[in-house]
């Protein structure tokens, strides 16, 4: 059936919403909504999809794994995905859990997990060659992340090498695990940067993940950071056969493991156990926010498998979120890439769980009249592991009378433009494309390592160039001059030339990396990636048609017509138009000849149901050079199995045919 416009819409939003806050929470630490919040956005998103599955796209939150690493350290990509958990927060989201596990190994009695606390700190992970530490590298977006192997090294916590035994028997050993820091530490910390005159930190995960983002080590040696090991990355290695055995093994490495960890099995010690941690949690030197559950059987992890962002074999049963009291002092109006004003309410500075919040997202105009908000009312916040909190509601029998009613802004705070709230949307926007804010968030992106990768000209540089009026759109870029630099604040000399020659080497990006920087709603990297190898010319590609686009697999009708959008407004042509006569290449783009193909020679078979339609995979594996056949034999290399895979799984099984689902299919395509 045919998806409704308000549905579309809504979708559009939500995507765009998950988007701008993963990137805030993932890449910069500076969260504004809460844990619970966020929830709220990805489960409505994730409704809507269920429902109506051709809205999903390669981009969408739902198949990301999260979010993209910081410019400034290279890019690490992880062998083997680091995943995101799913959660629960009742005894009885933990039953279903429970039940799905045990209806996925075959209606077993009960399952032995292995259960510890959930550390609020940052994920890393450790690659070991021949007993050697030789990269550490943080989460990412759970495909790649960010080498900060000089920064880990300064943690004591971490074994540079393994035992002689351990190296020869696991040339290579990935290690997973996090890193905090602890409360005593952390005040400690805290009052040396105030006696420094630097800045407190707000919390010790963003104290952690700060120190192991120093692009001087020396900083980070300073810091007291702690690793705890909580996974070996590959469930086939020999001698480990279930999580609790590797940990074990971890610990004689040298390696810190959670005290707390435990093998428990049945629902109602497992509760038990969740009760218990909530009561000592005060006592702990570390902030938790909950409880991480696994299967414990290795075997059995790789029977259950895994969805798009998540194992089916773990879950974080998140402990229930801390609320406050505070008052409203003020509520101001932001503006978003895309136009979107979002209201902000300031609140009187309260401790919440530990943290210090004194702002929290109200989203849109619909939340503030359910709400019934105002200046000055008395209100209870819930936080749920982040600075910034929710409001829940507001304590009415409080108000004197001298409450301030909030209304929406007609104007633009950034531009002064007409503000509206189209038909069938919660969000008031701003139309004006040469809004500042809009621009600055533009420019941000267009010199982002995903797309033109213009080291040197992050938010704050942009937003000085907009503020001074040299830059009034990302092609005006390749106009700077020294003379437009040197004046700014801050900048001197070497730093200007830096950026010009940074600017100049942008010229000659890729295709698909162009196509990224030009900032067309819903077309990501994998997007851009598909456009270019599909037409192969950037021209091409601006005259596409509607059914051009949706005959290529992996570009949905939404998509499709966001492209064709953006190519017929004035204003992006002649952005493109400025870029080619500053010298910009629009190259080309084919496959290279010879560039290996990583499935040559390789046959498989498909069952089952995908996240994709069959053809979106067989497209995938013939490009990479493999074939697909229509039945099982003893000559199959693989058989890609989805859920509800039928009589193709058992006749693999006898002929000893593997099976994959997805992400072991992703990794071969690598």
Not at 519 to 532: H, N, Q, S, Y
Request: overall charge negative; glycine content about 8%.
């Amino acid at each position: 059936m045919a998806v409704p416009g308000k549905i579309e819409k809504e979708h559009r939003q939500l995507v765009e919403q998950i988007e701008y806050h993963n990137r805030l929470y993932y890449v910069y630490d500076r969260p504004e909504i809460t844990d619970a919040e966020y929830d709220r956005l990805y489960d409505r998103l994730l409704r809507i999809e269920k429902e109506y599955p051709e809205l999903v796209t390669p981009e969408s939150p739902s198949q990301r794994v999260g979010a993209p690493p910081l410019p400034a350290f290279e890019t690490y990509t992880h062998r083997v995905r680091m995943l995101s958990l799913q959660k629960v927060t009742t005894r009885e989201e933990f039953g279903e859990f429970d039940r799905r596990v045990r209806d996925g190994l075959g209606g077993a009695d009960s399952v032995e997990y292995v259960i510890e606390p959930k550390l609020d700190g940052l994920a890393i992970e450790l690659v070991y060659e021949n007993g050697s530490l030789k990269v550490g590298s943080t989460r990412g977006d759970g495909v790649r992340g960010e080498n900060v192997t000089p920064n880990i090294r300064t943690i004591r916590s971490i074994p540079l090498k393994l035992t002689d035994d351990a190296a020869a028997q696991y040339p290579r050993l990935e290690v997973r695990g996090e890193v905090i820091i602890h409360k005593t530490a952390f005040e400690k910390l805290n009052k040396a940067m105030e006696k420094n005159g630097a800045p407190p930190f707000a919390n010790p995960r963003n104290a952690a993940a700060g120190s192991l983002r120093q692009l001087d080590s020396g900083i980070t040696a300073t810091r007291p950071l702690v690793f705890y090991a909580y996974a070996v990355s590959e469930s086939n290695l020999p001698g480990l056969p279930d999580q609790f055995t590797a940990m074990q093994f971890l610990k004689k490495q040298g390696f810190r493991i959670n005290e707390h960890m435990t093998r428990i099995s049945g629902i109602e010690k497992v509760a038990e156990r969740f009760e218990n941690l909530e009561n000592i949690r005060p006592e702990l030197d570390y902030e938790i926010d909950g409880m991480v559950i696994k299967v414990n059987e290795f075997k059995d992890q790789d029977r259950l498998g895994e969805i798009s962002r998540a194992p089916r074999w773990a879950v974080a049963w998140k402990f229930s979120a801390e609320e406050a009291e505070t008052v409203v002092e003020d509520i101001i109006f932001s503006v978003g890439r895309t136009g979107v004003i979002t209201p902000v309410a300031k609140l009187k500075p309260v401790r919440v769980a530990g943290v210090t919040v004194s702002n929290a997202s109200l989203h849109n105009e619909d939340e503030i009249i359910e709400l019934d908000i105002k200046i000055g009312d008395t209100v209870i916040i819930k936080r749920a592991g982040d600075v910034i909190p929710d409001v829940v509601a507001v304590i009415k029998d409080r108000r004197s009378g001298k409450e301030k009613p909030v209304t929406m802004p007609t104007v633009c705070p950034s531009c002064g433009a007409e503000v509206h709230r189209p038909e069938g949307e919660a969000a008031h926007r701003c139309f004006n494309t040469a809004c500042p804010a809009q621009i600055i968030e533009r420019i941000f992106h267009f010199a982002s390592k995903d797309a033109m990768d213009i080291e040197g000209l992050g938010g704050k540089l942009a937003e000085q160039l907009v503020r001074e009026k040299i830059v009034r759109s990302p092609s005006d870029i390749y106009y700077l001059t020294k003379e437009k630099l040197l004046p700014l604040e801050l900048m001197a000399e070497k730093k200007a030339q830096n950026l010009l020659d940074a600017i100049e080497q942008s010229k000659t990006s890729e295709l698909p990396q162009i196509i990224v920087a030009l900032g067309i709603f819903g077309i990501g990297e994998t997007a851009a990636r598909l456009l270019a190898a599909h037409f192969g010319d950037f021209d091409k590609i601006c005259a596409a048609t509607f059914d051009d686009l949706v005959a290529i697999d992996g570009i949905g009708p939404i998509m499709a017509q966001s492209i064709i959008d953006y190519f017929v407004h004035p204003e992006n042509r002649e952005m493109i138009r400025k870029m080619k006569a500053a010298g910009v290449v629009f190259p080309g783009y084919q496959m290279a000849e010879g560039e290996p193909k990583p499935l040559d020679g390789k046959s498989f078979v498909i069952t089952g149901t995908l996240s994709q339609p069959r053809d979106h995979f067989k497209k995938l594996i013939e490009a990479a050079g493999g074939k697909v056949i229509g039945s099982v034999s003893s000559k199959t290399d693989y058989l890609l199995a989805g859920e509800k895979a039928g009589s193709k799984l058992d006749k693999a099984a006898k002929l000893g045919v593997e099976v994959i689902d997805e992400n072991k299919l992703s990794r071969l395509l690598q």
